[in-house]
């Protein structure tokens, strides 16, 4: 069965630390996709990255990098030098590739990163 | 702009009360799909469209029902028989059939709360 696991259900940190979100998946799929989504207040999601299982580069995106590594299922998020405006949900993602391809996205739980001015 | 609209934004229903949610795409997109997420949790699937005209149940359809006959616009209605439908309600959209290769963006969702 697919499954994705984020273990942090909450993380408070002070402005200008660097945070670590951790992400670890389940999937039988040899291709798959994986995902980050941020969730402010205000509910919407909003889309951060999306990175394919043949793809083990790691990503860096001004503060934000991601640590992708088959090997121990996890596709990790970092955050460098934090922000008040970081407040949100994160949520980790994983796309299905089983037969039927239906682009269901199975979710982890969410984590709620708190940054403290 | 292009994106994903829903509305509305806060809903109240009494019980026993059908009520549909909106959702609409001018993204050209050709699947769509409707989460629901309560507190504390993930996301999780309701039902799915991936071409006009036809639409597949989720995890948890029961309770629901869905609609898919213009492409930019894929209406939810929670029915009476959804035995707990206070949530919050994510419509998405990606551009592919849903192969799973494409990201899905989301509208800004609708908190339903029955009385």
């Known amino acids: 069965a697919q499954k994705v696991t984020q273990a942090q259900t909450e993380i408070s940190v002070v402005e200008k630390e660097d945070v670590t979100l951790d992400c670890v998946y389940e999937?039988?799929?040899?291709?798959?996709?994986l995902f980050w989504y941020k969730q402010p207040p205000s509910g919407e999601l909003v889309f951060l990255i999306r990175?394919?299982?043949?793809?083990?580069q790691n990503e860096i995106s001004g503060r934000y990098s991601w640590n992708f590594q088959k090997s121990t299922s996890s596709f990790n998020f970092t955050i460098t030098a934090s922000q008040v405006v970081d407040s949100a949900v994160y949520f980790c993602?994983?796309?299905?590739?089983?037969?039927?391809?239906?682009?269901?996205?199975?979710f982890g739980q969410g984590t709620t990163l708190q940054v403290k001015p | 702009d292009g994106g994903i609209t829903q509305s509305p934004k806060y809903l109240f229903r009494k019980e026993g009360q059908n009520v549909t949610l909106s959702c609409e795409q001018n993204?050209?997109?050709?699947?769509m799909y409707w989460y629901r997420q309560d507190p504390g949790q993930g996301l999780r699937l309701i039902y799915y469209?991936?071409?006009?005209?036809?639409?597949q149940k989720g995890d948890i359809a029961e309770g629901y029902s869905v609609s898919r006959e213009k492409k930019e616009s894929f209406p939810l209605t929670v029915t009476s028989a959804q035995k707990n439908p206070t949530a919050f309600y994510l419509c998405?959209?990606?551009?592919?059939?849903?192969?799973?290769?494409?990201?899905?963006?989301f509208g800004p969702g609708t908190r339903l709360t029955v009385l």
């Open positions: 998405a959209s990606s551009i592919d059939r849903g192969r799973g290769t494409d990201t899905q963006y």
């Open positions: 999937t039988r799929d040899t291709t798959y996709y």
């Open positions: 990175r394919n299982s043949f793809d083990e």
């Open positions: 993602a994983l796309s299905e590739m089983g037969s039927g391809n239906t682009g269901k996205l199975i």
């Open positions: 993204l050209n997109h050709d699947a």
């Open positions: 469209s991936q071409i006009v005209n036809d639409f």
